[in-house]
């Protein structure tokens, strides 16, 4: 039995959903990003009680077809933007489709429904969130982090950059950077 659940961003929430069902006798058998698969299947009393514990961590347990849906499409895109070291070949919306076996149109307006928000903006505010992650490690040159997060060219990622943060990746790092030393 598979259960969908919203705002699983890392390791951590892995772990405690792991804890959480195994509490009310669930076992996992494989945990992903917004995806749990339990062996055998669960009562409404189990369920219930799986989406109240995880609650309290901030995590959604979804039942809605269509913000399962939204969920993958989320995970599909935070794995493609944090674990692909490897150029596309294909663009994103392509990517999507191929991913989620739908038209990417279909997609796009669930997403649109469900979050407010389009596709394309959620890509590029999370891409903007790793080139953050990525400065502040300070262990690439903006070249390759625009390569990494599969931009065109570094003067993509700077006026992208740019457009959503206010200031340029430059300038961000120094600011960073000096935070840290006075800290």
């Not at 609650?55 to 935070?78: A, H, Q």
């Not at 999370?126 to 065109?152: M, P, R």
Request: hydrophobic share 40%.
């Amino acid at each position: 039995m598979n259960f969908f659940i919203k705002n699983m961003v890392g390791p951590r929430c892995k772990m405690i959903v792991e804890q959480e069902f195994e509490k009310i006798g669930l076992k996992c058998i494989n945990i992903e990003l917004g995806r749990v698969t339990i062996t055998g299947d669960a009562s409404a009393a189990q369920i219930m009680e799986a989406g109240l514990a995880l609650s309290n961590y901030g995590l959604v347990l979804l039942d809605n077809k269509k913000n399962i849906l939204v969920e993958s499409i989320k995970r599909v895109i935070v794995d493609m933007i944090t674990y692909s070291d490897s150029p596309l070949k294909t663009n994103f919306s392509d990517y999507l489709s191929t991913e989620l076996n739908f038209d990417y149109t279909y997609l796009a307006n669930i997403f649109s429904d469900v979050q407010g928000t389009t596709i394309e903006q959620f890509i590029i505010l999370n891409k903007i969130q790793a080139v953050k992650q990525l400065i502040w490690q300070d262990e690439l040159t903006l070249t390759e982090i625009s390569w990494k997060l599969h931009y065109s060219s570094v003067a993509h990622l700077s006026a992208q950059f740019k457009k959503v943060t206010g200031v340029t990746p430059s300038h961000f790092k120094q600011v960073s950077f000096n935070d840290q030393k006075s800290a």
